[in-house]
């Protein structure tokens, strides 16, 4: 480990924590926990874009998901909506790895017909380009 040098930083992106050394590798990758990337995830999204808010009935971390390392190994983030099954419409958030997708967070807003179909595309939209990988 010495021939990458000293760690004199400790850093993250969305999706993991790193070390910096003095001759400037990035060593000790780690995911971040799924929580914590919502967290940041939430921020942005309310900051950036702050009038989805208004209609959204949630956007939580799907359950089971709370304790989870974020997958560093997935080839592809699938973010999409569909219409719910009694009203509005659901936006996921999933990660696509060796052929199983696995959903991580996912939107909802009560909002029927063109409003709910625009604020699903406008959510994805945003996501999208907070999540890029």
Request: net charge negative; aromatic share 12%.
């Amino acid at each position: 480990m010495e021939e990458k040098g000293k760690v004199i930083e400790h850093k993250s992106d969305l999706y993991t924590t790193y070390d910096v050394t003095d001759k400037g590798y990035c060593i000790n990758e780690r995911p971040r926990p799924a929580l914590d990337v919502l967290v940041d995830v939430r921020k942005q999204l309310w900051e950036k874009y702050s009038g989805l808010k208004e209609n959204e009935e949630y956007f939580d971390i799907f359950p089971g998901q709370e304790g989870l390392p974020w997958p560093l190994d997935n080839r592809f983030l699938c973010i999409f909506y569909v219409r719910g099954g009694s009203e509005g419409y659901y936006v996921h958030v999933e990660t696509q790895h060796e052929g199983r997708n696995t959903i991580w967070f996912l939107g909802k807003t009560l909002r029927e017909g063109e409003a709910g179909m625009s604020w699903a595309e406008q959510m994805v939209c945003a996501l999208s380009r907070i999540m890029k990988p």
